[in-house]
């Protein structure tokens, strides 16, 4: 959905990007890289079909992505 803006599920184009907000609850989801919150966290970014509620979750950022595969051992 991210590249397509189609979902894969239904086919529909009614797709809704939910960046990362850190002051507004559910906003998207985070890794933690690290044990200090704030300086470790990598958003995750949702992409929801508003037609039939299919989610993706998207790291966007490449640097974000080389620090996961830092962190994670690969």
């Given at each position: 959905?991210?590249?397509?803006?189609?979902?894969?599920?239904?086919?529909?184009?009614?797709?809704?990007?939910?960046?990362?907000?850190?002051?507004?609850?559910?906003?998207?989801?985070?890794?933690?890289?690290?044990?200090?919150?704030?300086?470790?966290?990598?958003?995750?970014?949702?992409?929801?079909?508003?037609?039939?509620g299919y989610?993706?979750?998207?790291?966007?950022?490449?640097?974000?992505?080389?620090?996961?595969?830092?962190?994670?051992?690969?």
């Open positions: 959905m991210l590249h397509t803006r189609i979902c894969p599920k239904c086919g529909a184009r009614d797709i809704q990007r939910i960046p990362d907000n850190p002051g507004r609850y559910a906003s998207g989801n985070n890794i933690y890289t690290s044990s200090l919150t704030l300086a470790g966290k990598i958003p995750v970014i949702r992409y929801v079909c508003l037609s039939c989610v993706e979750n998207w790291v966007e950022n490449p640097e974000q992505l080389e620090k996961l595969r830092r962190s994670f051992g690969r």
